[in-house]
């Protein structure tokens, strides 16, 4: 089993940042991927970024490329997630989520454990 924590949301205005943080417990070396959806009131859970923890290249979203960047600390078995020049349609709630054998690290279905979610709000 494996456990996902959460923390770092808050209210921004439009332009700024936040620094989101996953931290994981558990037996956290059967999951190949840890990363970051979020979903907006109304709308569809939505991949945003995840890195792989075998290696390779991390996956972005299209609409936070060059704004989000995705790290991981391997000491401390945390994912971050540092949102730089943030807009109104970033507004969501940010859930942290890992999965044993993910291939399209857009797909929701393919993470089996996920944490309860930090809210993002970007004021315009």
């Known amino acids: 089993q494996v456990r996902l924590t959460e923390s770092g949301g808050s209210s921004v205005q439009a332009g700024g940042s936040l620094r989101l943080s996953c931290t994981a417990s558990g037996y956290t070396k059967v999951c190949n991927a840890i990363g970051w959806f979020r979903q907006a009131p109304g709308g569809e859970r939505e991949g945003v970024a995840t890195i792989f923890t075998r290696g390779g290249r991390p996956f972005y979203a299209d609409s936070v490329k060059g704004r989000f960047t995705i790290s991981r600390d391997d000491a401390t078995n945390m994912v971050s997630l540092q949102m730089d020049n943030l807009k109104p349609e970033d507004t969501a709630m940010y859930y942290c989520?890992?999965?044993?054998?993910?291939?399209?690290?857009?797909?929701?279905?393919?993470?089996?454990?996920w944490g309860q979610g930090t809210q993002v709000t970007v004021a315009s």
């Open positions: 989520a890992a999965g044993r054998y993910v291939a399209d690290a857009s797909v929701r279905s393919e993470y089996d454990y």
